[in-house]
């Protein structure tokens, strides 16, 4: 909810009053005279975006008073109005239903620099050839044809170069480079395109969105499963979800809100490119290459209309009883009260993925018994403990506390932490004749990033046991050094102590930091 207030403003200074207070006049007004000359300008107060995606967790009206809150800078009289963008997002907030016809005259020149300065400057250049540092070399010329190229229609889109990384699961993940100045162009009209989607997408949303994130989708559902009353889990993940968006429906979802001609071009341009793999140019007719800037937003986009707006429709017309999800890209988790709901919902899910070319994944699928109650139904029926599901890097476990308590667990998901113990292995053997300081210094860098995304409530022991295995695998290297080194177990405790930062909790548990970012305003759905 906006606050307006008054702010004094001379007329000089809105505008106005012509030369009345100019700096330098030969006779200036009085204190009196600027007093009495003083205008009132109503000022809404400004919106904080980040607050405002945190609110609208699970697709769910403002909280009173504290959603429209943003900072932006003030001018000399303290007034300032909405950015060009700002006022791109307030109409795409009062008008669900408006198309905008023009919106590539926002991809300025200081939009472009502003993307140029974002790219990583050790990222593998794109087909071109180009790096960060021979276009930075004479960076204002190169920007300045860029931005003319783009805005009279000679920009052309070049095609993604292939390369593959490995998979957790041994299988190569295809990724496409794309050239240097396509990133650019492409950051750009994102962060156009976000000013509107933003206000769209609903709050169970939370990939690849500013201000969101992995663990807040983790939150979210933990706060879900902890609150509401769900017995049963869909996993579900869509099959080479990247690979298979259709084009013409992508296209067709995308002119719901952008009608200029220009960035609709521009969006087919990219999509149509093609891929570069060993010096051959293949056609792509459908999905999005992986790695592109662009992407991950047409991926929200598609999934979208194509899951989201369909999911809200159907819990809030066919469901009976309690029906919570969250989803991250193309990774999502649905939670029902009644296997009824679970088993229509699974149907109708399939039947609607398949009219746009989609299908669910049939062995990463499944309905499972989860939940508060899942233990006592299943010890009804004569059956074990209730089965575990992985999101989003975690193992999910129904657990119970000191106290006896329900209470869902989190570890590590065991083949992920064996791949990542496996590349520093490899890595570490590389850097065994390196001096020890160096090789700790690297080692307690992959320490504390793993465990700043890992080290969560209920995840203690699996932070431990990776900070000891890469501990050995250490030691390992170190002794290969040489058939006459001296590095024993004693020396090697006295190193992993010295160097690897010790296992400990890093994160709150997740339905007090859920309650934070939302501000405790909105319940749970």
């Given amino acids: ?74 001018t000399q009289c303290r007034t300032r ?37 974002a790219l990583r400057r050790n990222a593998a250049p794109g087909v071109d050839g180009v790096t960060w540092g021979t276009y930075g070399a004479a960076l204002e010329e190169n920007l300045r044809d860029l931005h003319a190229r783009l805005h009279r229609g000679a920009y052309r889109a070049k095609p993604s170069r292939r390369t593959y990384i490995p998979k957790a699961d041994g299988r190569q993940r295809p990724l496409g ?16 395109m976000n000013a509107i989607y933003e206000e769209d997408f609903l709050g169970f949303s939370y990939g690849f969105r500013p201000g969101r994130s992995q663990h807040q989708s983790l939150d979210a559902l933990a706060a879900g499963l902890g609150r509401r009353r769900v017995s049963w889990v869909l996993d579900a993940d869509i099959r080479g979800f990247f690979d298979a968006i259709d084009h ?3 296209m ?58 369909w999911f809200q429709r159907w819990r809030r017309t066919r469901a009976r009883g309690d029906v919570i999800i969250t989803r991250y890209a193309d990774d ?62 975690f193992t999910h476990i129904c657990g ?39 090789q700790g210094n690297w080692l307690a860098a992959v320490v504390r ?13 699996a932070m431990g046991r990776f900070r000891t295995q890469v501990g050995r695998h250490w030691y390992q290297a170190l002794r290969r050094r040489s058939q006459r080194d001296q590095t024993n177990w004693g020396r090697m405790k006295a190193l992993v102590d010295r160097w690897l930062p010790k296992a400990r909790i890093q994160h709150p548990w997740p339905e007090e930091r859920f309650d934070v970012t939302t501000r405790g305003k909105s319940p749970v759905r």
């Fill in 449 to 461: 990033g793993y465990f700043a995304y890992h080290a969560v409530p209920t995840n203690i022991y």
């Fill in 81 to 117: 109005l909405p950015s060009e963008l700002a006022r791109v997002r307030q109409a795409a907030r009062k008008d669900r239903k408006a198309k905008f016809s023009a919106l590539l005259h926002h991809v300025t020149l200081e939009s472009l620099r502003t993307s140029f300065a």
């Fill in 252 to 309: 067709k979802f995308i002119e719901h809100r952008i009608a200029d001609r220009r960035v609709l071009r521009l969006i087919q341009k990219w999509l149509s490119a093609g891929v570069m793999e060993k010096g051959t140019w293949r056609a792509s007719e459908e999905g999005t290459p992986q790695g592109a800037t662009v992407s991950p937003l047409l991926a929200n986009i598609y999934l979208h209309y194509v899951l989201d707006l």
């Fill in 332 to 393: 999502f988790i649905v939670g029902f009260q009644y296997r009824s709901d679970a088993e229509q919902f699974l149907g109708l899910l399939r039947e609607r993925l398949r009219t746009f070319a989609l299908e669910l994944h049939p062995e990463k699928t499944r309905l499972i018994l989860f939940g508060r109650f899942a233990s006592q139904m299943r010890k009804e029926r004569g059956l074990g403990k209730p089965e575990t599901f992985n999101y989003l890097g």
């Fill in 177 to 192: 480079i794309a050239a240097l100045e396509d990133k650019l162009v492409q950051r750009s009209v994102v962060e156009v």
């Fill in 400 to 438: 119970k506390s000191k106290a006896g308590f329900y209470l869902m667990k989190r570890h590590t998901m065991r083949k992920r932490m064996n791949a990542k113990l496996k590349d520093v292995k490899a890595e570490i053997q590389r850097r065994r004749h390196l001096p020890i300081p160096e």
């Fill in 248 to 250: 013409e429906w992508l």
């Fill in 1 to 74: 909810m906006h606050e307006n207030r008054e702010v004094l403003c001379s007329p000089a200074e809105v505008g106005e009053a012509g030369r009345i207070g100019k700096v330098g006049d030969r006779n200036p007004m009085t204190h009196e005279q600027r007093k009495s000359d003083r205008l009132v300008v109503p000022v809404k107060s400004s919106n904080n975006a980040r607050s405002r995606a945190a609110e609208t967790v699970e697709g769910r009206s403002l909280a009173k008073r504290n959603a429209g809150e943003q900072n932006r800078p003030r």
